[in-house]
């Protein structure tokens, strides 16, 4: 069975320029994660969905950043315009349920110079 | 604020040795805690989970929970050097909440 898969796998950008990270979470899974890691904040949460449905986004740091959720199978996260700061490694995760374990993807390694 | 504790580390211990790694967490609320390990370059993978007091063993792991004291560890018997990775303390946060809280962890170095 495919874990949850993420693309790109790694991106350098520009500082400026709109970064789209993609999610496909496993199948049947009914709650999507998207978080940052860095060393100084360790794991973090920006957003997750349940069914579909943003439920808490309170972890998104500004307005740069946005995320989708179109359908059960695929799911977005956009930074524009991307900053050095956002430089990190974005992890998406699903999991079946509320208390459920979470799965995580590959991660995509981004870095804005 | 939630929030989740750990020893940052390094831990090291000498191959087949126990290490014991630690957590505490701030919301008394938690309703399930979980261990996951990462190597470097790597996604988190989980480990174990527990959801009740006490300990609960799987092969060479024993987590132990104890939510009076908030407290939650994991013990690693007959350490191996391909046990050396960050090991990360989740919680979740109960409720409605679906998602986890984790910790920074703690880095594990098994010498041979």
């Known amino acids: 069975d495919a874990g949850v898969i993420q693309s790109p796998r790694h991106e350098v950008t520009e500082m400026g320029q709109e970064v789209t990270l993609r999610c496909k979470p496993i199948?049947?899974?009914?709650?999507l994660f998207w978080y940052r890691q860095t060393m100084m904040r360790g794991l973090e949460l920006l957003i997750y969905?349940?069914?579909?449905?943003?439920?808490?986004d309170s972890g998104m740091p500004e307005d740069r950043f946005s995320a989708k959720m179109p359908n059960a199978s695929f799911s977005t996260l956009k930074i524009q315009p991307s900053e050095p700061r956002d430089s990190a490694v974005y992890f998406c995760?699903?999991?079946?349920?509320?208390?459920?374990?979470?799965?995580f993807g590959e991660g995509s390694w981004l870095t804005v110079v | 604020q939630k929030e989740v504790e750990q020893n940052s580390g390094p831990l090291s211990v000498p191959e087949g040795a126990i290490a014991s790694l630690n957590c505490t967490y701030s919301?008394?609320?938690?309703?399930?805690f979980f261990w996951y390990r990462q190597y470097s370059g790597k996604s988190p993978e989980l480990i174990m989970f527990?959801?009740?007091?006490g300990d609960k063993e799987d092969g060479r792991f024993t987590a132990q929970l104890n939510k009076a004291s908030q407290y939650v560890s994991l013990l690693i018997r007959d350490s191996q050097p391909s046990d050396s990775a960050t090991y990360l303390c989740?919680?979740?946060?109960?409720?409605?909440?679906?998602?986890?809280?984790f910790g920074k962890g703690t880095k594990l170095s098994v010498k041979p």
């Open positions: 969905f349940n069914n579909n449905v943003p439920i808490d």
């Open positions: 995760a699903s999991s079946s349920g509320i208390g459920n374990t979470i799965y």
């Open positions: 199948s049947g899974h009914n709650s």
């Open positions: 919301d008394r609320g938690s309703q399930s």
């Open positions: 527990i959801y009740s007091n």
């Open positions: 989740a919680v979740n946060p109960g409720g409605s909440q679906g998602n986890l809280i």
